[in-house]
C-alpha cells in the first residue's frame, strides 16, 4: 500500500459542515465501496470501510456533545490535568507508574446526550462524572457540552492499556496530546501516534504541559523546539500551547503567542511566526495554567463544530485514499482483439494464454493499482477451461459445412461460390469464438471495470 499523504487542511473559505454534507460523504464513500469490494483487496478498503461506519453511527448520537481525550505518555500529567478542568481530583495521579487502567470521562452540562455517548465509547459507569452546577454561575458556559476522557497511558506495559487507548482515539471527536519538558522530543511518540493521527484525523492539539517546571526564560525555547519538531514531521497545522495542570504557565503569555485567539481549526496566517504557542489564555475562564487549551477548545464545544468537522475530516481523507485508485479513464478495448488472437493461436495453450494476457493489459492500461491486477485475476479466472471451449466453439462453426457437401462440392468448382463459403465459415467461427469470449474472459473483465468505472464516476 502507497504511503499515506499528509492530510489536506480545509481551506479557510470552504462552506460550513452540516450534518447533511457529512452524510453525503458517507453515502459517495459507500458507493464506492459497493462498486468495487468485489475486486479490490480488502486490506485497501479498510480504511474507507471502517471510518464511514464510525461516522455513521457518530452521527446517530449527540451531537450537542464534544468528547475530548486527553491522551498522552506516562507522567506527563494527563491524569491532573483531567482533574484541574473538571476540579474533582477524580483521576488517580502518579508520576512514576501508569494509574489510569480504564478511561474516566467527565459531561459538561446534560447528562442524557452524554451518557449515550459514553456507552458507544465503551466508558463505564462507575468511571462517568458531571461536572458544572448552578454554584459555576457561567464560569463553565464556555465548556457545556463537552466530555472530557482520561485516557491510559501510551506507554504502559499492559497491552490491554494500549488498546484502549487505540480504541478510543479512532471513536473521540477531539485529542489533545498531553507531553511535557522531558518527553516532548520522543521519537516513538512523535513516529508512533502524533504523525499518523494528525494525519489520519481532524480535532487535534498538542499541549506541552508542567511548564511551571521551567523557568520564564526557557519556554519558549522548549516550545519553539517542539513546534519545530511538529513541523518537520508534517504537522504544521497542528496547534501547540503551553499547559500547567498544577500552577501558571511562566511568563507572560503573550511574549509566546503566535497568532491572536483561534480555534484548533485555524490555519497559521502568512507571515512570520512570532512565537511558537497558539493562544495566549488572556481572558479565558478556569484555572490560569490550562486557559490557553481552553481558549481553543471553547469555540468548537460551544460552536457543535468539532464533531462534524472531525467526521468531514475523516471522510475527506478516506475519499483522498481510495481517490488514489481511480486515477484515470479506464480504456475501451474491443472484444475482437481478443477474438482475433485467439483465432490466430490454432489451440495452442500458450498462445491461448498469450492472447488473454494481451487483451487484459490493454483493458487496464494507464489504470492504477490494484486495477491491472485485478482485471488480470478476472481475465484469468476460466483460463484452464478455454482451450476445450474453443475446441468446441470450433466444431460448432464447422458442423455447419459438414452438412452442406454440395457447396464445398460447388466451391471446388466456382472459385466465386468457394470464397463466399470461406468467408461464411471464418464468421461463424467469430461468431462461436465471440461467445466464448464473452463467457470467459470479456463478462469477468467487463464486470472489474464497470466497478472501477462506477466507483470513479461516484467520487466525481
Same mark, same amino acid.
Given at each position: 500500500?502507497?504511503?499515506?499523504?499528509?492530510?489536506?487542511?480545509?481551506?479557510?473559505?470552504?462552506?460550513?459542515?452540516?450534518?447533511?454534507?457529512?452524510?453525503?460523504?458517507?453515502?459517495?464513500?459507500?458507493?464506492?465501496?459497493?462498486?468495487?469490494?468485489? /475486486?479490490?483487496?480488502?486490506? *485497501?478498503?479498510?480504511?474507507?470501510?471502517?471510518?464511514?461506519?464510525? =461516522?455513521?453511527?457518530?452521527?446517530?448520537?449527540?451531537?450537542? /456533545?464534544?468528547?475530548?481525550?486527553?491522551?498522552?505518555?506516562?507522567?506527563?500529567?494527563?491524569?491532573?490535568?483531567?482533574?484541574?478542568?473538571?476540579?474533582?481530583?477524580?483521576?488517580?495521579?502518579?508520576?512514576?507508574?501508569?494509574?489510569?487502567? $480504564?478511561?474516566?470521562?467527565?459531561?459538561?452540562?446534560?447528562?442524557?446526550?452524554? $451518557?449515550?455517548?459514553?456507552?458507544?465509547?465503551?466508558?463505564? @459507569?462507575?468511571?462517568?462524572?458531571?461536572?458544572?452546577?448552578?454554584?459555576?454561575?457561567?464560569?463553565?458556559?464556555?465548556?457545556?457540552?463537552?466530555?472530557?476522557?482520561?485516557?491510559?497511558?501510551?506507554? +504502559?506495559?499492559?497491552?490491554? /492499556?494500549? =488498546?484502549?487507548?487505540?480504541?478510543?482515539?479512532?471513536?473521540?471527536?477531539? %485529542?489533545?496530546?498531553?507531553?511535557?519538558?522531558?518527553?516532548?522530543?520522543?521519537?516513538?511518540?512523535?513516529?508512533?501516534?502524533?504523525?499518523?493521527?494528525?494525519?489520519?484525523?481532524?480535532?487535534?492539539?498538542?499541549?506541552?504541559?508542567?511548564?511551571?517546571?521551567?523557568?520564564?526564560?526557557?519556554?519558549?525555547?522548549?516550545?519553539?523546539?517542539?513546534? *519545530?519538531?511538529?513541523?518537520?514531521?508534517?504537522?504544521?497545522?497542528?496547534?501547540?500551547?503551553?499547559?500547567?495542570?498544577?500552577?501558571? %504557565?511562566?511568563?507572560?503569555?503573550?511574549?509566546?503567542?503566535?497568532?491572536?485567539?483561534?480555534?484548533?481549526?485555524?490555519? @497559521?496566517?502568512?507571515?512570520?511566526?512570532?512565537?511558537?504557542?497558539?493562544?495566549?489564555?488572556?481572558?479565558?475562564?478556569?484555572?490560569?495554567?490550562?486557559?490557553?487549551?481552553?481558549?481553543?477548545?471553547?469555540?468548537?464545544?460551544?460552536?457543535?463544530?468539532?464533531?462534524?468537522?472531525?467526521?468531514?475530516?475523516?471522510?475527506?481523507?478516506?475519499?483522498?485514499?481510495?481517490?488514489?485508485?481511480?486515477?484515470?479513464? =479506464?480504456?475501451?478495448?474491443?472484444?475482437?482483439?481478443?477474438?482475433?488472437?485467439?483465432?490466430?493461436?490454432?489451440?495452442?495453450?500458450?498462445?491461448?494464454?498469450?492472447?488473454?494476457?494481451?487483451?487484459?493489459?490493454? +483493458?487496464?492500461?494507464?489504470?492504477?493499482?490494484?486495477?491491472?491486477?485485478?482485471?488480470? $485475476?478476472?481475465?484469468?479466472?476460466?483460463?484452464?477451461?478455454?482451450?476445450?471451449?474453443?475446441?468446441?466453439?470450433?466444431?460448432?462453426?464447422?458442423?455447419?459445412?459438414?452438412?452442406?457437401?454440395?457447396?464445398?462440392?460447388?466451391?471446388?468448382?466456382?472459385? =466465386?461460390?468457394?470464397?463466399? +463459403?470461406?468467408?461464411?465459415?471464418?464468421?461463424?467461427? *467469430?461468431?462461436?469464438?465471440?461467445?466464448?469470449? $464473452?463467457?470467459?474472459?470479456?463478462?469477468?473483465?467487463?464486470?472489474?471495470?464497470?466497478?472501477?468505472?462506477?466507483? *470513479?464516476?461516484?467520487?466525481?
Amino acid at each position: 500500500m502507497s504511503k499515506r499523504k499528509a492530510r489536506i487542511p480545509r481551506a479557510a473559505d470552504a462552506p460550513p459542515v452540516t450534518a447533511s454534507s457529512v452524510h453525503a460523504k458517507i453515502d459517495t464513500v459507500r458507493a464506492i465501496l459497493d462498486a468495487v469490494h468485489e /475486486h479490490v483487496p480488502s486490506d *485497501r478498503l479498510a480504511v474507507a470501510r471502517s471510518t464511514s461506519s464510525r =461516522a455513521l453511527a457518530r452521527l446517530d448520537l449527540s451531537l450537542s /456533545h464534544t468528547t475530548v481525550a486527553l491522551a498522552g505518555t506516562t507522567g506527563s500529567g494527563k491524569s491532573s490535568m483531567f482533574n484541574a478542568f473538571t476540579s474533582l481530583d477524580r483521576s488517580p495521579v502518579s508520576a512514576l507508574r501508569p494509574t489510569t487502567a $480504564e478511561a474516566y470521562a467527565c459531561v459538561w452540562g446534560d447528562k442524557d446526550g452524554g $451518557e449515550l455517548l459514553l456507552d458507544w465509547l465503551g466508558v463505564q @459507569p462507575r468511571r462517568r462524572f458531571v461536572r458544572e452546577s448552578a454554584l459555576d454561575g457561567n464560569d463553565e458556559v464556555g465548556l457545556r457540552g463537552m466530555v472530557l476522557l482520561d485516557l491510559p497511558d501510551v506507554d +504502559s506495559i499492559q497491552p490491554s /492499556h494500549r =488498546a484502549e487507548v487505540d480504541r478510543l482515539l479512532d471513536l473521540v471527536d477531539v %485529542v489533545v496530546w498531553v507531553t511535557d519538558p522531558q518527553k516532548y522530543a520522543d521519537l516513538v511518540v512523535h513516529d508512533g501516534y502524533l504523525r499518523r493521527l494528525a494525519a489520519t484525523r481532524g480535532g487535534f492539539i498538542v499541549a506541552l504541559n508542567q511548564t511551571d517546571r521551567l523557568l520564564p526564560t526557557s519556554l519558549p525555547q522548549v516550545a519553539g523546539d517542539l513546534r *519545530r519538531l511538529l513541523d518537520d514531521g508534517d504537522l504544521g497545522e497542528v496547534p501547540l500551547v503551553a499547559t500547567s495542570a498544577t500552577d501558571e %504557565v511562566p511568563g507572560p503569555p503573550g511574549a509566546a503567542v503566535a497568532r491572536p485567539k483561534a480555534t484548533f481549526r485555524t490555519k @497559521p496566517g502568512p507571515g512570520p511566526r512570532t512565537g511558537p504557542l497558539a493562544a495566549s489564555g488572556v481572558g479565558i475562564a478556569g484555572p490560569s495554567g490550562i486557559r490557553q487549551l481552553r481558549e481553543l477548545l471553547e469555540p468548537a464545544v460551544v460552536g457543535r463544530r468539532a464533531v462534524l468537522e472531525r467526521l468531514d475530516t475523516d471522510l475527506s481523507y478516506a475519499l483522498d485514499e481510495l481517490g488514489d485508485m481511480f486515477a484515470g479513464q =479506464a480504456p475501451a478495448v474491443s472484444p475482437s482483439v481478443l477474438v482475433e488472437g485467439l483465432i490466430a493461436a490454432q489451440g495452442v495453450k500458450e498462445k491461448i494464454t498469450s492472447s488473454v494476457d494481451r487483451y487484459a493489459t490493454l +483493458s487496464s492500461a494507464g489504470l492504477p493499482e490494484p486495477w491491472p491486477e485485478a482485471i488480470a $485475476e478476472a481475465a484469468r479466472r476460466r483460463l484452464s477451461e478455454l482451450p476445450l471451449a474453443l475446441e468446441r466453439a470450433g466444431e460448432r462453426a464447422l458442423a455447419f459445412d459438414r452438412s452442406s457437401g454440395w457447396k464445398r462440392a460447388m466451391g471446388a468448382v466456382l472459385p =466465386a461460390v468457394g470464397k463466399k +463459403s470461406q468467408e461464411g465459415r471464418d464468421r461463424r467461427l *467469430r461468431s462461436e469464438y465471440g461467445r466464448v469470449a $464473452e463467457d470467459f474472459v470479456v463478462g469477468p473483465v467487463r464486470s472489474v471495470v464497470s466497478g472501477y468505472s462506477a466507483a *470513479r464516476a461516484a467520487l466525481s
